[in-house]
């Protein structure tokens, strides 16, 4: 039987998993420098899904003043539909509601039906779309939103 998946905030040395999560599953992946100075900068957290030590997912999140975008969120293939893309808007929610801020938004492809249901199984909300947002090939993104937690002015 397999340990449950550990979350815990991502380290350099992750990197190269991280990376090859990041290819197997965008079309215009990121690059490993911006995921490295990721790591360094004050207001963004990157945090990695575990199982028996392996890195099986990560998420990134940006944190501005009042909200939250969840910038970045993949699961390796062979681990999907168990429940560890869920575990980690759980502690991104739970991260951001701590902080006292109310909203994380997030952008996916038009076409990602598949992260549009996990978003919208999560409580997320469609909210706008931005026109041509990705390109290779051209296409909108559609903007979802969360409340995490009512903030007390």
Known sequence: MKAPVALRRARSGDLP???SIEAASFRRPWRVETFAALLARP????????LDDVVVGYAVLTSRV???E???LAVDAGHR???IASALLQACAEI??????????????ASNR???GLYAAFGFHEIGRHENYYRDPAEDAVI?????????S
């Open 43 to 50: 207001n963004t957290d990157v945090f990695v899904a575990t």
């Open 114 to 116: 598949e992260a549009a």
């Open 70 to 72: 969840l910038a970045n």
């Open 66 to 68: 009042g909200d939250t």
């Open 96 to 109: 951001v509601r701590d902080r006292g801020e109310q909203w994380v938004f997030l952008a996916a492809r």
């Open 17 to 19: 998993a991280i990376m």
């Open 144 to 152: 979802f939103a969360l409340e995490v937690g009512r903030t007390d």
């Open 81 to 83: 539909r168990h429940g």
